[in-house]
């Protein structure tokens, strides 16, 4: 099995993030993870497409200005690249 490309991006819930991470997602050679300071809003905001079904697709909560949320977001993105 060909090992996934795994790619971050902050801000994928609308425009040009929102754009990139549903290419990415289409060539099926990327695992995406996405960060959200609110995931409520998040929800929101992506109600009318499907990256958030895909198995390629994470999405971690972050707000860049809590260095408690920064570790977290961290602590989640390497244990999820220990699964890609």
């Not at 289409?26 to 079904?53: A, G, P, Q």
């Amino acid at each position: 099995m060909e090992k996934l490309g795994l790619v971050l991006i902050t801000g994928a819930s609308k425009g040009i993030g929102k754009a990139i991470a549903e290419y990415l997602i289409s060539k099926n050679n990327y695992f995406v993870i996405d960060t959200s300071r609110n995931l409520d809003k998040y929800d929101k905001n992506n109600n009318d497409n499907t990256k958030m079904d895909s198995k390629r697709f994470e999405l971690i909560q972050l707000d860049v200005t809590n260095d408690e949320s920064i570790e977290n977001a961290i602590n989640n993105i390497l244990i999820l690249s220990a699964f890609i």
